[in-house]
Every structure is written in structure tokens, then in C-alpha cells.
């Protein structure tokens, strides 16, 4: 079946270090593979996507890279900042007639000043 | 400004009670979707539509109902037969033109007292 793994949280970080967070998945085909955040109290805002292997999908300094050798899509980012706290979702897509995402079960991130 | 909104932000019902969430769209997109989120889990799919007129059921879909009459609109009833409804509602909506994104709504936070 299509299923997602994410890194167990919470996750905390200080201001400024570097940001892993692992996600891999089983699939059958070629999914398209997103990472989604999500804020406190709100929906799911799209951060980036990659839609075949070896793609990286990148946006406000995260970065993700599509393995298919690996079945990965670990978030990086460089530095991270206060704002980026929140809880961040891996998800692929399941198309059989019907575009559907399957969903990790979300990492929370804080990060201290 | 285009995007999706779901109306209300807060919702309390007394249990037995029957209650219908708002989702509309203005991206002109042909797919729509509820998911229920819990405390510290991932997102589960309620129900989807492809096309006005037609909708599928997800993998929790009892104690629940949907229609989907316009192309901008999809609302979710939660039936006195479903059995926790205290949870947080997004709704979301794509196009296969978008290779399988969804974008969200705000969400919908419903008590159940």
C-alpha cells in the first residue's frame, strides 16, 4: 500500500541551527511527493513540492530533493528561524482515478531565540 | 483574491445534533476534500469529489455526509451517528492540472459538548 513516515517529534532546535527533518514513504508508481506546515490554530499551507526522481523542491530557504533510490524526502533548511515553529507534514500522491495525498503523521518544530 | 474559505472558525454543538461545515472555492478547481485532524495525528480523508455532482467516500466516512452541487462549494454534514466529532475539519481542493497539489482552507474547529 501508499504510506508515509515522518521523523518523531517534537522537535527542538535553537535560532540559526540546522534543520533535518526525515521523511520516507512506500509507493506504488510514481507519486508526487509535497511537504506541507502547518501553524498553530491554522490549515495546511504548501512549503514545496517535487513531482519526479531526483527533483528538489525548494521555498523560504527549505529544501527537500526526491529520492527514489532511497524512497526520501527529508526537509532541510539551512538556518532556522523562530517562525519557522510549527508542524510540518510530508505527504505523496496517490493517483488512480483520483488525486489523493496520503499524510505522515506530522513533526512538531520549536525553535528557541 | 483567489482562495478557499471555510466558515466557522469555531463551532460548538450539543451532542445528538446534526451540523454542516462550510467550504467554498474560488480557484476553479474540479476536486474537493474533507479531512479530519486529531491532537498530534496526521490528516484522514473524510470524503472527495472529482466533479460536481459526484463524490467518493475516504477512509473514515461514517457518521458523515457530503454534496456537491456547485463546483465552488462543498459542505460537510457531521450526523449525530458519528461517534467523536470533537476534531479539526480542513477542507481542500486541486486540479489534476496541478500534478496532484491541494491547496487548504483555514479549517473548522468543531466542539462537541
Redesign the interface.
Known amino acids: 500500500g501508499n504510506s508515509v513516515t515522518q521523523m518523531e517529534g517534537p522537535v527542538t532546535l535553537s535560532e540559526e541551527a540546522f534543520l533535518t527533518i526525515n521523511c520516507t514513504y512506500t509507493a506504488t508508481g510514481y507519486p508526487?511527493l509535497?511537504w506541507?506546515v502547518q501553524y498553530p490554530?491554522?490549515?495546511?499551507?504548501?512549503l514545496l513540492?517535487a513531482?519526479k526522481a531526483d527533483d528538489k523542491g525548494s521555498n523560504k530557504g527549505f529544501e527537500a530533493t526526491y529520492r527514489k533510490e532511497t524512497t526520501s524526502f527529508h526537509l532541510e533548511k539551512g538556518s532556522v528561524q523562530v517562525s519557522d515553529s510549527a508542524v510540518y507534514?510530508c505527504a505523496l500522491?496517490v493517483?488512480r482515478g483520483?488525486?489523493?495525498?496520503v499524510?505522515?503523521?506530522?513533526t512538531r518544530l520549536t525553535i528557541n531565540p | 483574491d483567489g482562495g478557499i474559505t471555510q466558515s466557522p472558525k469555531y463551532l460548538f454543538r450539543k451532542e445528538g445534533q446534526n451540523v454542516t461545515l462550510s467550504c467554498e472555492q474560488n480557484l476553479n478547481h474540479d476536486a474537493m476534500y474533507w479531512y479530519r485532524q486529531d491532537p498530534g495525528q496526521g490528516l484522514r480523508l473524510i470524503y472527495y469529489s472529482q466533479i460536481v455532482n459526484d463524490f467518493q467516500k475516504g477512509d473514515i466516512a461514517e457518521g458523515y455526509s457530503v454534496s456537491r452541487e456547485k463546483k465552488e462549494s462543498f459542505p460537510l454534514t457531521v450526523t449525530s451517528a458519528q461517534k467523536n466529532p470533537t476534531a479539526f475539519y480542513l477542507c481542500a481542493s486541486g486540479t489534476s492540472g496541478d500534478r496532484d497539489t491541494q491547496y487548504f482552507g483555514p479549517g473548522t474547529r468543531l466542539t462537541v459538548l
Open positions: 508526487s509535497f506541507y490554530g491554522e490549515g495546511l499551507q504548501l513540492k513531482t507534514f500522491s493517483t483520483a488525486q489523493k495525498l499524510f505522515g503523521q506530522g
